[in-house]
């Protein structure tokens, strides 16, 4: 018998999923998930939509696989190993981390940091 | 004139850099760098000692590029993108991800999040 995931599996396993859903079907609507950053040179959510829609226009993530943590301030971590294609365009790996937040009634989104895995074996 | 990186910057890499070297020459003083993290299946500063130094005998990691963010909560997220080299043995991508936070006098890994950057392209 295969146990229930714990909480933050669920809810980190549903935030991710659903963003990448919006990510390649709504992308405009995936300002919704954030809750604006202070302190970062890159805050706000229009700014975040401005990066999300310009630098990676008409990809295909797939994520997997993931992980979630819970975090000492009851935050859920997840990192995600996942694989983008661009409608023209070779396959590339990269990694996302999110940090989730209950707030108000939701979960959303306070960090989020993204990288194309590109190694450099030379 | 290059002006001087913020202090989550600052921390996170500094942590990230003590974290791998200590990795690579001395193991067994990880520990003091984390605190034991509670609700995880994979818990306490034995266990993940002993995942340590088990898992991964002898690879020299080396860490870059690395990622940091301040959270709501004064903590600091770290995405590490970085490679492993074990002494007889293929250089392997892998990806890392650590919360860092604040207790007592000391910045202590409250999460880590560790994965092989193996892609399935198939």
Redesign the interface.
Known sequence: IKSKP?P?EQIGSSFVHHYYKMFDTDRGQLASLY?S????DFQGKKAIMDKLNVSSCRCHPTAK?T?H?????Q?I?S?V?G?LKADNDH?M?F?Q?F?L?HIGDAWVC??D?F?L?I?N?G
Do not use: E, S, Y
Not at 37 to 40: D, K, T
Not at 69 to 73: E, I, K, S, V, Y
């Open positions: 714990p933050w809750v950053m202070r302190h970062l696989p992980d943590q819970p975090t000492l301030d935050c971590a990192m190993v694989q396959i790996g990694h981390c940090i937040k306070t960090n940091m990288r895995a190694h074996f």
